[in-house]
């Protein structure tokens, strides 16, 4: 990479009718103590005055203005648009610490084998106030982490990873992902982590560098039925992430089954069968021994999760 100060970094801004919090997102990316930087705002299809906020910076920042086509859609006509080597993301309704991008510039030239960074966010609700997370819900130290190896032999990761303004990249890194399946319209973040993981060694940063704003549009954590939305979309980010990288399948088959099985404890069989991307990748296995393979790690999967739920039963009528 070029030398700190040099180097281009380019901020990437989501927005979706976030209009009420637009100003604030891009006005964070604006106050960078980092002097190198483009902003560019993918407005996607928005219904309320976002786009009349984004007319108002003029050539302050790189527009992107299109119909309306879900989060992943919004990540690659943004990076299309930009010309940076560093690419951080940042959703419309989330801002930056003005720090942010010249610890992001620091580390990377630190470790110039790293092709992706995720750090720690500041959880506020809607008025500002902190929101009192689970400790697992975050990221404890700092940590080069490489799981190409762990990806390829089928083991699930142990990590939990941030939101989408909490996932920075270097170019070459982002550019072998998209464009990414335009089919995550919500959640898109989900495929981007895991792809960057197979791809390249990165960092696991524990600083808060973000806020990420909890209010009811974006709810998706703190749904009722997240464990439900969850088992779903990881079956969804197994199927797309072996369509793209077909040498991921033994952990994509070990995500898959994972997430079957939890579905099926939340939702019961039929309903998990008949979720569309459940039935697609069945279509990787028209081989019966590769089918039956699949089908006895469902079984020791369901057998396993079911184990652990009974033994810490017991462990609670003790």
Known sequence: MKS????????VINNYNYGRFLREAI???????YPNTEV????????????EIIRGYGVKIIPVLKENGGQASAFNAGVLASKGQIICFLDADDYYFSEKVSKIVEIF???PNAGWIFHNLEDVDIKGFPVELP??????QFEYVDGRDTILNGK??????????GLCFKRDTIEQILPMPEQFFISGDAFLRLAAIYLSPGILFPEKLAIHRSHGNNFYAFKENLSVERSKLYIKVAYYLRKRFPETQNFTDSLWANSLVQLINYTGLREAINFPEYQAYWKYYPQLIYGLNLTLKVIFTYSKIQGRRILNYRLSRR
């Open 4 to 11: 700190v100060e040099k180097i281009l970094v380019s901020i």
């Open 27 to 33: 006005d964070s990316a604006f106050a960078q103590t």
């Open 156 to 165: 699930l990761l142990k990590y939990w990873f941030p939101a989408t303004s």
């Open 109 to 111: 030239e630190q470790y």
């Open 135 to 140: 400790e697992k819900r975050c990221l404890n």
């Open 40 to 51: 560019i705002v993918v407005d996607d299809g928005s219904t309320d005055n976002s786009r």
